[in-house]
């Protein structure tokens, strides 16, 4: 049986299913996954020669050919490590697909290449699907292709629920992993990145996520069905412990970062990497829940019109990553990048 899956990912909302599908079948495998992102050479139609948008916008080449890509294959990381299948992460520049998937797939000892059809019928849904298809005929190994197309109403509002789960969990893997190599391997650590988590962590799932659970799809649920009145109350009584942790979060943060003095600093170091280790444990056990929990009786409850609004509500003011309408879109975009761009490839 299969033993190692390559799953090729992009920026669309099929990734997303995608994902979700490669890792249960993984788990149920007891196989790994090598998840790879091949990022487009845009350099030519941005400034001209790839050198000239290094020189010339620094941050523009950064975010295009490695931020990016660090933030979808983060993401990914995450689905897996929820459901603790092994994985790692590849990308490369690459402005021809299925080429790059087929060679990442043989670098890496894969035995089953595992990908989205893409089956819209837009132009950039065709154009997808061809690159899948030159994947099948070319690959010279066994491909499963999983079928996909454009989302109905409650597939895409989960799509964007565990979506945006993983963009935290992804944060919460960057910041043990710069507490852990400040505490453990003698690796500074920048206190305004520390204190920008924070930041993140209060602006995203405290005044976006959690209040749009509530408001949408906990309370619509309550409406429906009884049965699961007893986890949707401690759920939101989490939803309230979290500002709590988060204040404790923020308190230590600047105790370490104000320390009068290296052992004291040391000493505050120490507390903040437990009680970050103790805040992700609380974290990953609430979306569990939701996850585990929640949206499988969503799914059985609620109906059509339901699932139109908490899709509609989840698709404005997502995980602000995805937006740049505006300059505080643009500001978390280029934070989120900053913070998962912390772990190492």
């Known amino acids: 049986m299969y033993q190692h899956l390559l799953v090729p990912i992009d920026g669309t909302d099929l990734s997303t299913e995608v994902i979700g599908h490669a890792v249960d079948l993984a ?18 139609s941005l400034r001209g020669d790839v050198d000239v948008v290094r020189l010339t916008a620094g941050a523009d080449y950064a975010y295009a050919f490695q931020g990016r890509a660090r933030e979808l ?15 790692d992460t590849l990308h490369e520049v690459n402005d021809k697909p299925a080429a790059a998937i087929i060679g990442a797939a043989r670098r890496s000892g894969c035995d089953l290449i595992f990908m989205a059809s893409h089956g819209s019928r837009t132009k950039l849904g065709m154009a997808l699907a061809s690159e899948t298809l030159q994947v099948l005929m070319t ?12 989302p109905k109403p409650p597939a895409h509002a989960i799509g964007v629920i ?5 963009s935290l969990a992804a944060v919460l893997h960057a910041w043990m992993h710069l507490l852990a190599g400040a505490r453990h391997r003698g690796q500074p650590a920048d206190p305004k990145l520390v204190r920008a988590i924070v930041h993140y962590l209060k602006a995203f799932p405290l005044a976006l996520h959690h209040p749009k659970e509530d408001e949408y799809l906990f309370k619509r649920l309550r409406e429906r069905t009884t049965s699961v009145h007893a986890d949707l109350d401690e759920l939101e009584r989490q939803h309230q412990r979290d500002h709590q942790l988060l204040d404790e979060l923020a308190q230590l943060v600047e105790a370490w970062a104000t320390a009068s003095d290296p052992a004291a600093a040391q000493r505050c170091l120490a507390s903040l990497d437990e009680a970050v280790q103790r805040y992700a444990s609380f974290l990953w056990d609430h979306m569990g829940r939701e996850e585990g929990v929640i949206l499988p009786a969503a799914q059985r409850h609620l109906t059509a019109e339901d699932w139109q609004q908490i899709d509609a509500a989840f698709s404005v003011n997502r995980d602000p990553q995805f937006g740049a309408s505006t300059e505080t ?17």
């Open 73 to 87: 294959l983060a993401k990914a990381e995450a689905a897996a490590r929820a459901f603790a299948v092994p994985c």
């Open 139 to 150: 690959a010279g190994l066994p491909v499963l292709v999983s079928a996909t197309g454009d």
């Open 329 to 345: 879109d643009k500001e978390y975009k280029q934070l989120f990048s900053r913070i998962v761009n912390l772990v190492e490839a």
């Open 162 to 166: 565990r979506d945006e789960h993983r």
């Open 27 to 44: 788990r149920r495998l007891g196989a790994r996954i090598t998840f790879f992102h091949a990022v487009a050479d845009h350099s030519a």
